[in-house]
């Protein structure tokens, strides 16, 4: 044998064996040790590999079986129709070779058809259906005669395991459809998931229980659905999107469009984001806008499924060993990547949270180069075991900053050690403090620097009261020289004194001095922002502008009032009440009134006659509107003054009670709460108007 094909035939091998290693860990232990793009490449070399050596191609080579095989401990069903996988494209390049085949494959004879110059090619004009791919796993669902007969997992994409009763609670899969009543079979795939909300609290729960986290959506997906007792399956926040069809005794509609339209009003939940597209460029178009939807999804998807739409066609193009022709996996860039922990350092933000920070070798995520990655709190380190030296996964989802999902045991070096939190402040020395209730570690000195200079550099921000120019360095040299020492300082200083500052030239302290000035009539939602109460975001601040026009008003404002608004919790609102209790915070306060720092309450507001029967008041909207949606009506309800709440209490003047109000109505009526319908609502605002 010569040397290459010798090396070709090892390199094979060596491979396949990898590969198999690998897809056992991934589908069958939920516990991959690689990264999804770094195993798609090592399955493409194989690929490339066995087409240029067909006869060292096994024929149960990886490239040619579907996912892991079924785990054993469930009972086993066939699939009358295997469940297939799809073949990927990675760039436009691919999604274009694949529309190819397809014509090639629909007009076999175009060839010689074009011999008349004259005549334009007739291509039979293709339609596809996008939807994003879903990281989850598939499930085909049996119903006989409208009733849900049988859950079964791909398995190895001819048998599957059987988990009926484990899906049993997912809320997007009906137990009966009417419309089948009289279809003997109809059978439907689609992808078990879980949502990065459900993802989230799973593994809060899992913490506290002491018992295994999972890395990511997908594998917490997989662990749940896995469950040999139902039970344990039915408590996990699993869901289900319905994709496509599977054998049935029933008319078959036209097309994919068809299918997808028809199965939700049967109540499945069908991907909001599938799309129609007339050609490959928007079909490029589809997958340029999910990129950039993606991040913000509340669930992972990992590439866009293009689907011919046209069923006749799909069977005229048939499949090849283990994927349709009509379909391809058009693959986003991964957002998790493989890369090595060098150090772990803690930041210390402004309000003294103590965040630990894993330094990395940094790799490329996502079109980004990612070097450090947040590891969120204490309990998140010993929880993940993350050490120093460690190999790790970490995610880069949109705007959202990097962090490490878990730790890739496997590669652990033997001399590793469990990484020990600091006890002390590393900025100001101050021994740190954890609540017993809370995950986050502080450094309870206020005036700790690093918790100064953050805080002012946040008061300054965009979105704060966007002071343009004063970002960190400046607000480091002015506090390093002793020019300011709260927000409040700022609004003091001059000219002359700016322009001192080390790397400050004339003109830049001439616009900072107009920014500053421009900044002492912030909307008040921004101003509510800077102060940087704990707890209180953007989105919070601006709630809390809208509910308390007037600075004075939320100083006043008691935990328990503040609760009774939509939205605020328990935490916000103890925070809230907590930071305006402390004399220093009003004192600076005070000190940026006396500046000249004048917020503006939100325009509508300031309108509003006091007169108005809402002003001051607060609502609570229970039950069923049906001239106008929940929220327009809170808006309306805010816009004239009054306050819209989501729980009944004796703070609450006005009960809107639409159609089938529950037990809201019910407490208003125990309280003696005043009550409204819709129409008393609509009306009200009429008079208003
Ligand atoms: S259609 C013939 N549509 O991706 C294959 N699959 O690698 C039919 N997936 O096994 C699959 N979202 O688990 C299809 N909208 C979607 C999908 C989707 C996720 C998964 C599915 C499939 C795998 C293919």
Not at 191 to 202: Q, S
Not at 238 to 255: E, M, N, V, W
């Amino acid at each position: 044998m010569n040397d290459t094909r010798e090396k070709a035939k090892q390199r094979i091998e060596t491979l396949r064996l990898e590969i198999e290693e690998h897809a056992r860990l991934y589908y069958e232990q939920d516990a991959p040790v690689i990264d999804d793009e770094s195993y798609d490449r090592l399955l493409r070399e194989l690929e490339m590999l066995e087409s240029a050596w067909p006869e060292f191609a096994a024929s149960d080579s990886p490239t040619r079986k579907v996912g892991g095989k079924a785990l054993g401990k469930f009972e086993k069903h066939p699939h009358r129709v295997p469940m297939l996988s799809l073949a990927n494209a990675f760039d436009e390049g691919e999604l274009r070779d694949f529309e190819t085949r397809i014509l090639k494959r629909l007009e076999p004879d175009a060839d010689t058809a074009q011999l008349d110059l004259f005549s334009v090619p007739k291509r039979p004009a293709i339609e596809y259906v996008t939807e994003p791919k879903i990281d989850g796993l598939s499930l085909e669902l049996e119903y006989e005669n409208g009733r849900l007969v049988r859950a079964v997992t791909r398995g190895d994409g001819t048998v599957g395991e059987v988990v009926t009763r484990n899906v049993w609670n997912i809320p997007d899969i009906p137990h009966t459809i009417q419309a089948l009543e009289n279809v003997d079979v109809f059978n439907l795939r689609g992808e078990v998931y879980m949502d990065r909300e459900g993802f989230e609290a799973l593994n809060r729960r899992q913490t506290e229980e002491g018992s295994k986290t999972f890395a990511n959506p997908r594998n917490a997906a997989a662990g749940s659905l896995r469950q040999l007792d139902p039970a344990v399956s039915q408590k996990r926040p699993l869901r289900f999107f319905a994709y496509s069809l599977g054998i049935t005794t029933s008319d078959k509609p036209a097309s994919q469009l068809d299918f997808l339209q028809t199965i939700a009003t049967w109540g499945f939940q069908v991907n909001p984001l599938h799309h129609r597209c007339e050609t490959l460029d928007e079909v490029m178009e589809q997958y340029r806008k999910l990129i950039e939807l993606r991040e913000n999804l509340p669930y992972d998807i990992d590439g866009m499924v293009v689907k011919v739409n046209r069923f006749d066609l799909q069977e005229t193009l048939g499949q090849i060993a283990k994927s349709p022709r009509w379909a391809i996996a058009y693959k986003f860039p991964a957002i998790e990547k493989a890369t090595r922990v060098e150090r772990i350092v803690v930041q210390v933000g402004r309000t003294g949270a103590v965040t630990p920070v894993a330094e990395l070798e940094p790799v490329p995520v996502a079109g980004v180069e990612v070097r450090r990655a947040t590891l969120h709190n204490a309990d998140e380190i010993a929880r993940k075991d993350v050490r120093e030296g460690d190999w790790v996964f970490v995610r880069r989802a949109g705007d959202v900053i990097p962090e490490v999902v878990s730790v890739i045991l496997e590669k652990r070096s033997e001399d590793s050690r469990p990484y020990e939190f600091p006890s002390h402040c590393p900025e100001c020395g101050s021994e740190l403090v954890r609540v017993e209730s809370e995950a986050v570690t502080r450094c309870p000195n206020r005036d700790c620097p690093a918790q100064v200079l953050e805080s002012i550099v946040h008061f300054a921000s965009k979105k704060a009261m966007d002071i343009d120019g004063m970002g960190r360095k400046i607000v480091e040299n002015l506090l390093a020289t002793g020019e300011i020492s709260t927000v409040a300082d700022m609004y003091g200083l001059t000219r002359g004194r700016l322009a001192a500052q080390e790397r400050l030239a004339e003109k830049s302290a001439d616009n900072l001095i107009r920014a500053i000035e421009a900044s002492k009539t912030p909307p008040l939602g921004r101003f509510y922002f800077a102060l940087g109460i704990r707890n209180v975001g953007e989105h919070m601040a601006l709630k809390l502008a809208q509910e308390y026009p007037d600075l004075s008003l939320l100083a006043q404002a008691s935990a328990e009032e503040l609760e009774t608004i939509d939205e605020i919790g328990p935490e916000v609102a103890r925070s809230v009440t907590t930071f305006f209790a402390d004399s220093a915070n009003r004192l600076l306060i005070e000190r940026l009134a006396e500046a000249g720092v004048k917020p503006q309450a939100p325009e509508k507001q300031k309108e509003t006659a006091k007169t108005s029967v809402f002003y001051g008041k607060t609502f609570v909207l229970t039950g069923k509107l049906s001239t106008l949606t929940r929220d327009e009506a809170q808006d309306r309800i805010r816009a004239l003054g009054g306050r819209a709440a989501s729980s009944v209490s004796k703070k609450t003047d006005v009960v809107v009670a639409g159609e089938n109000a529950g037990s809201k109505l019910e407490k208003a009526q125990k309280l003696g709460i005043e009550v409204w319908t819709e129409e008393d609502l609509v009306a009200r605002f009429g008079e208003e108007a």
